[in-house]
């Protein structure tokens, strides 16, 4: 392990400064920066490629985050102390080992898992076996490729509805499909096996017991044997109000979550976070970032849906907000693994955020249109996050399907949520839609 100890010393004291590499251009990363930037810790702020709202955290260098020589170059160049992966595409591809074994490289503190830890995101069927080996909590399953492809659909008829199929690999989000019955269920298993409906994503599939009840996202900060949670979140994937029509990358969040009360977050972190990281210490796994849990609650309990290896987006828009911590420290405790020296500080304020989507999203849509309202619409309890922007002569336009979001503070998350959408009515660009009841569960409730 590189301890951080040759970082650049403040002239005013012995406060450690680093320059810094955040990695990625979405919603998350625009909050990840937001934060970072607070801190006296950190000098100089790079993210890659970033964003028009990430801009005005840093200086956004147009670098491809999958091209590893590249990065570790302009880490040598600019002397980059410390690299925040965002996606989990470079992680589950191997940056952190990239870095790790290069002599030139090693002393950057990276905070994401090694490809090995990834592979709890990248791979439905090791994060599944990995469960299954700690005991920790989730639907029952089978794995199956085309080399058992007939035992899978023995599988499937013998199975209750509705039937979770889930491609192994990484599907950009889309590779999770719930079919109500048998028929539909043979037929996406072919689609998704024998005529690669996900590409290689679908070579293998997994298929899981449906659960019903309520999903919420837990994050967790490991350094790989010490951890500490940070605040919880509730997202919203359906494109359609009610949360009806075709799934998205997140159409909003909320933080706290009413219903993940002190007795069921305690039964959480017994039953599934120690569990998790003492599973990640025993098997020797390097893994030094977020492990960011789907979990249901069926009843009174807690199983895991999923894991991923790095936040969420745009539950990040509400938790990083909600973080009294200073994020480098946090990052610099990780990477000299001494976590179980950090407390965790939260806003006792609610949060909601909700996502402005260009027209057609989750399907085709236009981009490249001027976001008008974006000044009148911040305040003293409103943040606006970029995710799919870019700037052209200072004028912000739109640059993907989910463009931005608007995370709000209040006292109960009924006012947060009113406060988000006020906001909004400032903005403006050609064809924006956004879900007008994000949190329509919980609306007055503390």
Not at 268 to 277: C, G
Request: hydrophobic content about 40%; aromatic content about 10%; overall charge negative.
């Amino acid at each position: 392990m590189n301890v951080i100890y040759n970082a650049h010393i403040c002239s005013f004291g012995n406060i450690i400064i680093m320059n810094i590499l955040l990695l990625g251009s979405g919603g998350r990363e625009h909050a990840l920066a937001w934060k970072l930037k607070q801190s006296p810790h950190c000098s100089k702020l790079f993210i890659a490629p970033g964003n028009a709202g990430t801009a005005r955290c840093g200086k956004n260098v147009y670098l491809n985050i999958n091209d590893f020589e590249a990065l570790g170059k302009f880490c040598k160049e600019e002397a980059v102390e410390m690299m925040i992966v965002g996606p989990e595409e470079p992680l589950v591809k191997g940056i952190a080992d990239f870095f790790r074994k290069d002599a030139s490289l090693a002393s950057i503190a990276v905070i994401g898992p090694s490809g090995e830890g990834a592979q709890l995101e990248g791979s439905k069927s090791y994060g599944k076996a990995f469960m299954a080996r700690h005991h920790i909590p989730t639907a029952a399953y089978g794995e199956f490729d085309a080399l058992n492809y007939e035992e899978g659909i023995k599988y499937l008829q013998n199975h209750s509805l509705p039937i979770v199929l889930k491609a192994d690999g990484l599907a950009a989000g889309k590779g999770v499909l719930i079919c109500k019955s048998h028929v539909e269920a043979y037929a996406e298993f072919e689609l998704m096996i024998q005529q690669n409906k996900f590409g290689d994503a679908s070579k293998k599939v997994v298929v899981e017991e449906f659960l019903d009840g309520i999903e919420l996202s837990v994050f967790v900060l490991t350094d790989g044997k010490n951890y500490v949670i940070l605040p919880e979140a509730k997202d919203y994937k359906r494109v359609g109000e009610g949360d009806t029509g075709l799934n998205t990358g997140g159409m909003g969040a909320v933080s706290p979550v009413p219903f993940a009360g002190p007795d069921f977050m305690k039964k959480v972190e017994d039953q599934i976070v120690k569990p998790t990281i003492e599973g990640i210490w025993q098997e020797n796994i390097d893994f030094k970032g977020f492990v960011f849990i789907g979990i249901i609650k069926v009843g009174d309990d807690p199983l895991v849906i999923e894991y991923n290896c790095r936040m969420g987006d745009p539950e990040t828009e509400v938790v990083i907000p909600r973080l009294k911590n200073d994020l480098v420290e946090l990052f610099i405790a990780t990477w000299n693994q001494q976590l179980d020296t950090v407390h965790i500080e939260t806003d006792i304020r609610k949060a909601c955020t909700v996502m402005a989507v260009s027209g057609g999203y989750p399907g085709e849509y236009e981009k490249g249109f001027e976001i008008e309202g974006l000044g009148q619409a911040e305040s003293e309890h409103t943040l606006i996050f970029h995710s799919g922007t870019k700037a052209f002569e200072n004028i912000v336009m739109t640059n993907g399907g989910r463009v931005l979001c608007v995370t709000s503070f209040g006292s109960s998350i009924t006012e947060a949520a009113e406060r988000s959408r006020a906001a909004l009515s400032y903005i403006s660009f050609e064809e924006m839609y956004y879900r007008k009841d994000i949190g329509y569960e919980f609306i007055d409730q503390n």
